[in-house]
């Protein structure tokens, strides 16, 4: 597998390497490194890339706001120098399972970039207008699934090539997008059953919150990241057959399969 190093160092010819991170997943004690009660103008990711002179810009906001400036994502053209890998081992040394970071190739300047990002933003459901958080890996999975084949296609259409750290903090690829579509239907549109699909994002997350905050001593801890994802999903499609299609119905399906001492050891493959 390749190293976050050799995927930002090695773009296609002609493509600029993009990092883009979602800055809001960084909080406690990393966030807020500093002396204690010290002023700060910028939030701490954001002083840093200061630092570093490459090329951001936030998909949001005003980075001049302590507020704003912890909490934007951000798009980060990638220079090469040896003295960016400071920048980067700060970015890795914050813990692993964030699922914050993506790394984009692109033709374009980064504020063309930022601005096709923010085209895929904006999200309706139910009638009222929602933020839509790719920038979070976790939902940038979950994401695409619910999408038909040419609203995935022109999502994707953003990036010559579009990889993503999994929970697990291994490095995944989208499937590459066709040339001509660039951000054709965007931003999306959804049906109804694409919108009851978009509000079960996250629900497996959810569902494992539920359970660290029940079960003091909690099967899953054993479990990667990635594997407990999958554990929940697969019992989550076992409670659909059931009939179980609410959060309560799938957490308590998910706590009796626990409970009942189903080892989710035996069963680290199950797929959603």
Not at 237 to 259: D, K, M, P, Y
Request: net charge negative; with cysteine.
């Amino acid at each position: 597998m390749q190293s976050t190093l050799e995927l930002l160092d090695h773009a296609p010819d002609g493509a600029w390497a993009y990092l883009l991170i979602d800055n809001s997943a960084y909080d406690g004690e990393w966030l807020t490194r500093r002396e204690e009660n010290a002023p700060t103008r910028f939030g701490p990711l954001v002083s840093k890339l200061r630092r570093s002179q490459m090329p951001f810009a936030a998909l949001w906001g005003n980075l001049d706001e302590p507020p704003e400036s912890a909490a934007a994502p951000l798009l980060i053209e990638w220079q090469t120098e040896k003295r960016r890998l400071d920048f980067l081992n700060y970015i890795q040394s914050a813990g692993s399972g964030k699922c914050a970071l993506s790394i984009l190739y692109s033709a374009e300047p980064l504020d063309v970039v930022v601005e096709r990002l923010r085209l895929r933003m904006p999200i309706a459901l139910m009638g009222d207008n929602y933020l839509l958080r790719y920038f979070d890996t976790r939902i940038l999975y979950e994401l695409l699934p619910c999408l038909t084949p040419h609203q995935a296609q022109s999502f994707t259409s953003l990036a010559l090539a579009w990889h993503y750290l999994n929970r697990d903090d291994e490095w995944e690829t989208l499937p590459a997008a066709a040339a001509d579509l660039h951000d054709d239907g965007l931003p999306l549109e959804l049906d109804d059953a694409q919108q009851e699909d978009f509000l079960r994002i996250g629900s497996a997350d959810r569902i494992e919150t539920a359970i660290g905050d029940l079960l003091e001593d909690n099967p899953l801890e054993a479990l990667s990241p990635g594997e407990r994802y999958q554990w929940i999903r697969a019992r989550q499609q076992e409670a659909i057959r059931h009939q179980l299609v609410e959060h309560n119905g799938q957490l308590g399906f998910c706590l009796q399969g626990l409970q009942v001492g189903r080892d989710p050891r035996n069963s680290r493959n199950a797929g959603a």
